[in-house]
């Protein structure tokens, strides 16, 4: 099993930048794909971004892309999601996932966290 935390979420202008932080812990030996996905009230949820195992590769969803970027740090089992240049419309609850390859399927998710970007 695979634990997940987010966290660095909050409430921020719209133009401004947050990073969030998705803490691993567990059966963290083995190295997962790591990505993160957001679901606003009402809407399904969406794809952000998702970094390989082994940190070659990343893929941005399109909402996001040039905006966000993961990474992740080995040592700290955690991966990074930063986000520059919010709009409000990426207003939502983020969630940081766990799983064997890069396109899913997810075997892990954390409990999420808020983030709200105000006009």
């Known amino acids: 099993q695979v634990q997940l935390v987010e966290s660095g979420g909050g409430l921020v202008q719209a133009g401004g930048s947050l990073r969030l932080s998705c803490a691993a812990s567990?059966?963290?030996?083995?190295?997962?794909?790591m990505g993160w996905f957001r679901q606003a009230p009402g809407k399904e949820r969406e794809f952000v971004a998702a970094?390989?195992?082994?940190?070659?590769?990343?893929v941005y969803g399109n909402s996001v892309k040039g905006r966000v970027t993961i990474s992740r740090e080995y040592a700290k089992n955690t991966v990074y999601l930063q986000m520059n240049s919010l709009k409000p419309e990426d207003t939502a609850v983020y969630y940081c996932?766990?799983?064997?390859?890069?396109?899913?399927?997810?075997?892990?998710w954390g409990q999420g966290t808020q983030v709200t970007v105000s006009s």
């Open positions: 567990g059966r963290t030996n083995r190295t997962y794909a």
């Open positions: 970094i390989k195992r082994s940190d070659t590769s990343t």
């Open positions: 996932a766990a799983g064997g390859l890069i396109g899913g399927p997810w075997d892990y």
